[in-house]
């Protein structure tokens, strides 16, 4: 009895056991260490106390592990029952940075999606991080440190249904594209109605300017033969209707919708540019091993011809928005040459190589291969119309001012009060005014503004052509700083036999020793 009443007691008892780090976790932190483990090893660890009750201890604990490379810390993706963290993100930058992952087949570095979709570097981080959040991506992180993001094939329908906003915004797309298709027509059809109620309201009043029954019937008789004008109108309208048709089918517009073009336009042909830009400039970056130099770029940028270069060809403050966008920083060669190195853009997940360090040839031929000599920018058209269309719609406009002209006289010579359709038309007259003016003068200044805008942009074109053609025939001293920067350049593909730790699995099932461990830390500090 009292060998069992002792046990119970012992058993019933609390024991408090202060938990020590092992050794090592004293150690200064690495300063190249591509993870580190939780706890940070610089912070004391508190004590835990485990409480064993009545003979039974608790299940093991796994400890939390965090890897981390520079300000990416792994779990902190996996946001169970949070707010969509994509719907954040601009509609832009997402739908590019999704276009890049899928392009580069869901594995994808920083520096890949950077370069693909020509975001900033921080942009496209924040957009994986999102991403790996909302659709149950995983972080790879290799030997050196680099951080590679990792999406399911589903990725997309996972988003979907979670994305409220994903759900709505082709709907508010679809109602954005009718608004400005029902605009463009009410504007055409407004041209026509116009027309009749001015010429309707010009034969109401000239019928009932005269007492005299001979002339009322002359009138009569002569209004009976004007209100074919209408009616002509819809005839001619309807008659030239299969024509439309063909335009319509050739050039995707009717001839409703030539009205507005005609006076407003058809939109900025460069719609975009400055995203294909970035595109451009980071493909070149990438597939040139991250080191280029300022030549290289001018083709992509506002610079002027090398003709007109009025302050010294030293200067390549052009290249600073680029240093910016995609974090790289000067550098000089043995020769003096200043070359500019893209870290970010050196590193990729793609498939290609063998995952050891590719040097890019020195040969010319390699230089600009799979990337678009310059950036050309299209020239704005007065009107998409074609010239039968852009007559048809002068002539009716100009029909519009004449009988707006003749109506405003006949209002002033009126001397008795008017009512019914006259009535209608006097109030709407300023409205009817307006419409008929701005016809024609909205053109005109826009023909006046397309005119040096164009010039502008043919200057622009030229002066990025010439800069391109200084590439492809470099004199000797720009074909040895060319030449330089490929020599320099490095492009290193990250293989998944260098993933050394994945958010995939916990830490424990990846079943790494210790002594491997040791002896890649060993390396990092011999580093």
Not at 415 to 439: D, E, H, N, R, V
Request: include cysteine; charged fraction near 25%; aromatic fraction near 8%.
């Amino acid at each position: 009895m009292a060998a069992t009443a002792t046990a119970t007691a012992a058993a019933s008892l609390s024991l408090h056991l202060r938990l020590r780090p092992p050794p090592h976790a004293h150690r200064s932190p690495l300063r190249h260490a591509p993870f580190l483990l939780s706890p940070s090893p610089s912070t004391p660890w508190p004590p835990h106390h485990l409480h064993v009750a009545n003979g039974r201890l608790p299940p093991p604990c796994r400890p939390s592990v965090k890897a981390r490379a520079g300000a990416i810390e792994a779990p902190s993706l996996a946001r169970l029952g949070g707010a969509v963290e994509t719907d954040r993100l601009p509609a832009d930058v997402r739908d590019r940075a999704m276009d890049a992952v899928d392009y580069l087949g869901g594995r994808v570095t920083i520096g890949d999606v950077a370069s693909r979709a020509g975001l900033q570097i921080d942009q496209a981080e924040r957009a994986l991080q999102a991403l790996a959040a909302d659709t149950g991506g995983f972080l790879e992180v290799s030997g050196e440190g680099e951080v590679l993001y990792v999406f399911p094939e589903d990725y997309r329908a996972k988003l979907a249904g979670k994305s409220f906003r994903m759900r709505v915004e082709p709907l508010v797309d679809k109602a954005k594209e009718a608004g400005a298709y029902l605009a463009r027509v009410s504007f055409g059809t407004a041209l026509v109605a116009s027309i009749v109620l001015v010429y309707a309201t010009i034969i109401a009043i000239l019928s009932s300017s005269s007492s005299d029954e001979d002339n009322r019937g002359r009138r009569r008789r002569s209004y009976g033969s004007t209100m074919f004008l209408p009616t002509d109108l819809f005839w001619y309208l309807d008659a030239g209707s299969s024509r439309r048709r063909r335009v319509e089918k050739d050039k995707g517009m009717s001839f409703i919708e030539s009205v507005f073009s005609f006076v407003f336009g058809n939109g900025d042909p460069n719609d975009g540019l400055e995203e294909r830009r970035w595109k451009m400039i980071g493909q070149y970056i990438s597939s040139n091993g991250g080191v280029v130099t300022a030549e290289e770029l001018a083709p992509y940028l506002d610079v002027p011809a090398p003709a007109e270069q009025t302050n010294s060809k030293d200067d390549e403050s052009f290249i600073l928005p680029v240093l910016l966008r995609f974090q790289g920083h000067p550098l000089v060669d043995d020769q003096g040459n200043i070359l500019y190195r893209f870290p970010s853009l050196q590193r990729t997940a793609s498939s290609k190589g063998g995952g050891s360090r590719e040097y890019v040839g020195t040969r010319w031929s390699t230089m600009s291969s799979g990337v678009e000599k310059f950036m050309e920018e299209k020239p704005w058209e007065f009107s998409e119309a074609n010239a039968l269309e852009r007559a048809m719609v002068a002539g009716l406009g100009g029909l519009n001012l004449f009988g707006v002209i003749i109506l405003g006289n006949l209002l002033k010579q009126m001397t008795m009060t008017p009512g019914g359709l006259i009535s209608f038309a006097a109030q709407l007259f300023p409205l009817l005014q307006i419409y008929a003016g701005s016809f024609f003068a909205i053109p005109l200044f826009r023909w006046l503004l397309l005119r040096k805008t164009n010039n502008d942009i043919a200057r622009r074109n030229k002066a990025r052509e010439e800069r391109a053609q200084e590439l492809l025939s470099p004199e000797p001293s720009l074909r040895r700083k060319l030449l330089s920067a490929r020599d320099m350049a490095q492009w290193k593909v990250i293989t998944p036999g260098e993933i050394v730790y994945t958010t995939e699995k916990d830490l424990l099932d990846q079943k790494y020793e210790v002594r491997e461990w040791e002896r890649r830390f060993k390396k990092l500090e011999s580093d």
